[in-house]
């Protein structure tokens, strides 16, 4: 069992930056796969960027490719989304995930309860 909670949402304006964190707690986090997750109002849960067990491998959405990054601290527990220069389209509830396989599908073994960004414009 893994217990996800991020935090690091807020309201910023649009060319902005936002840091996200998700800590975890349970069993062998450095041996989950880690992905960030996003859902707009009215609009299916999408996938944002993952990163693998190790952090030697990630990958992005396009949507997001050149602007976020994707990184973790299995010292720490802690995985992290740096968001940078934020469009109003970016606006959503961010998720957190891991998972034993790694995958940028919305598969994932377990959630966090979801952090929201706000990008005005």
């Known amino acids: 069992q893994v217990q996800l909670v991020e935090s690091g949402g807020g309201l910023v304006q649009a060319g902005g930056s936002l840091r996200l964190s998700c800590a975890a707690s349970?069993?062998?986090?450095?041996?989950?796969?880690m992905g960030w997750f996003r859902q707009a109002p009215g609009k299916e849960r999408e996938f944002v960027a993952a990163?693998?067990?190790?952090?030697?491998?990630?990958r992005y959405a396009d949507s997001v490719k050149g602007r976020f990054t994707i990184s973790r601290d299995n010292a720490k527990n802690t995985v992290y989304l740096q968001m940078n220069i934020l469009k109003p389209e970016d606006t959503a509830v961010y998720y957190c995930?891991?998972?034993?396989?790694?995958?940028?599908?919305?598969?994932?073994?377990?959630w966090g309860q979801g952090t929201q960004v706000t990008v005005s414009s």
């Open positions: 995930a891991a998972n034993p396989l790694f995958v940028t599908v919305s598969t994932y073994r377990y």
């Open positions: 349970g069993r062998s986090f450095s041996s989950y796969a």
């Open positions: 990163i693998s067990s190790s952090g030697g491998s990630t």
